[in-house]
């Protein structure tokens, strides 16, 4: 009979606590750097997806003599599915292989971006925007549909009725400096940019997507893509203009000051 004394082996208390003390520690570091590779690839997802819609924007306008769709909420009902809100149609899905009135949001991804988490003023701030209004991304009111400022300071007044004149007819080959000119982007850059202030505190914070402040995915009418500072009632930068018309510059520029 063996009387050598058997021992279990096994963690100490200590010894555990110590190994959930080294987890804990190693998730802290490696949480941040985790969140940002996810933000970079959700970034890159969306860019992919203004991409391919800016794309499909100019194979519309090579089809449509150079006009610019001008439907009713054109801005927003271009193209993806109908939303909660029910818009339609959606002229742009047919250059995506999409039929033009979707009803369910399976299906119109290209629309969707992987970043969405709300932003659109008013009752449905914390809906996501494809959701909402079947399209996470919002075009140029500049270029498609009707001026919607609304500015009622003379300081903006005579320059978006000079736009609003020449909004009907627009066609591209009117169009100024088409690399420089912004075509579509996240849903959050068109109130980012607007020279007005919303009167909803927390939807700026929602609506930008991409983890940094004032900052969109953005989609230029030459179909190249980039992630901007958008700066608040300004039209005109070195790195974009909101404003299609070169003879309208000056006015723009007397505006934003």
């Given at each position: 009979m063996d009387n050598t004394r058997k021992f279990l082996t096994g963690f100490t208390l200590i010894e555990l606590l110590v190994v959930i003390a080294v987890i804990a520690l190693l998730l802290a570091?490696?949480?941040?750097?985790?969140?940002?590779?996810?933000?970079?690839?959700?970034?890159?997802?969306?860019?992919?997806?203004?991409?391919q819609i800016a794309v499909a924007w100019n194979m519309y306008l090579d089809e449509n003599d150079g006009q610019f769709y001008q439907g009713r909420n054109a801005n927003l009902n271009y193209g993806g599915w109908v939303g909660i809100q029910g818009w339609s149609p959606r002229p742009l899905n047919s250059y995506l292989n999409l039929p033009e009135y979707l009803e369910t949001e399976n299906g119109a991804e290209v629309f969707y971006c992987p970043a969405d988490r709300g932003g659109v003023p008013g009752p449905f701030l914390r809906e996501k925007v494809y959701r909402y209004l079947g399209t996470s991304y919002h075009t140029n009111i500049?270029?498609?549909?009707?001026?919607?400022?609304?500015?009622?300071?003379?300081?903006?007044?005579?320059?978006?009725?000079?736009?609003?004149?020449?909004?009907?007819?627009?066609?591209?080959?009117?169009?100024?400096?088409?690399?420089?000119?912004?075509?579509?982007?996240d849903y959050g850059w068109i109130n980012q940019w607007k020279p007005i202030e919303l009167p909803f505190e927390d939807w700026k914070e929602l609506a930008e997507w991409h983890g940094r402040k004032d900052c969109h995915n953005l989609a230029f009418l030459d179909t190249h893509v980039k992630y901007l500072n958008i700066q608040k009632g300004v039209y005109i930068t070195d790195e974009y203009t909101v404003v299609p018309f070169k003879e309208l510059y000056g006015l723009a520029h007397e505006a934003q000051q």
């Open positions: 570091i490696l949480m941040p750097s985790l969140r940002k590779a996810r933000q970079v690839a959700q970034r890159i997802g969306c860019q992919s997806n203004l991409k500049m270029l498609i549909g009707q001026d919607q400022l609304l500015i009622q300071n003379d300081k903006f007044k005579t320059l978006h009725e000079e736009i609003n004149k020449s909004l009907k007819d627009l066609k591209l080959s009117r169009v100024d400096n088409p690399h420089r000119l912004l075509l579509i982007g």
